[in-house]
């Protein structure tokens, strides 16, 4: 069982910058691919980003791709997510993800799911 929790999200100028973290519980924290999600309203949720457990392959979806940056500390059993030159179209809710699978592009993928942090871009 891994319990993911999120923090550092909230309220942004466009341009600005905020980085997420996810805090995971359990020991088989440095086995399982981390990513991060997000949905805004009346949208399905997508994927953003993940980063596998060794050694270290990262995915990004194209929306995000030069801008957003996923890292892990496995001794800190924890996920980060810099974003970076945000836009109001990343306004949001941003999910932490977890997956015993070495990657994982879709929701229907993911074993675990964080509560959830909101992320509002104001123009």
């Known amino acids: 069982q891994v319990q993911l929790v999120e923090s550092g999200g909230g309220l942004v100028q466009a341009g600005g910058s905020l980085r997420l973290s996810c805090a995971a519980s359990?020991?088989?924290?440095?086995?399982?691919?981390m990513g991060w999600f997000r949905q805004a309203p009346g949208k399905e949720r997508e994927f953003i980003v993940a980063i596998s457990w060794r050694p270290g392959r990262t995915d990004y979806a194209d929306s995000v791709k030069g801008r957003f940056t996923i890292s892990r500390d496995n001794a800190k059993n924890t996920v980060y997510l810099q974003m970076n030159s945000l836009k109001p179209e990343d306004t949001a809710v941003y999910y932490c993800a977890a997956s015993a699978r070495q990657r994982f592009l879709g929701p229907r993928d993911i074993d675990y799911w964080g509560q959830g942090t909101q992320v509002t871009v104001s123009s």
């Open positions: 359990g020991r088989t924290f440095s086995s399982y691919t």
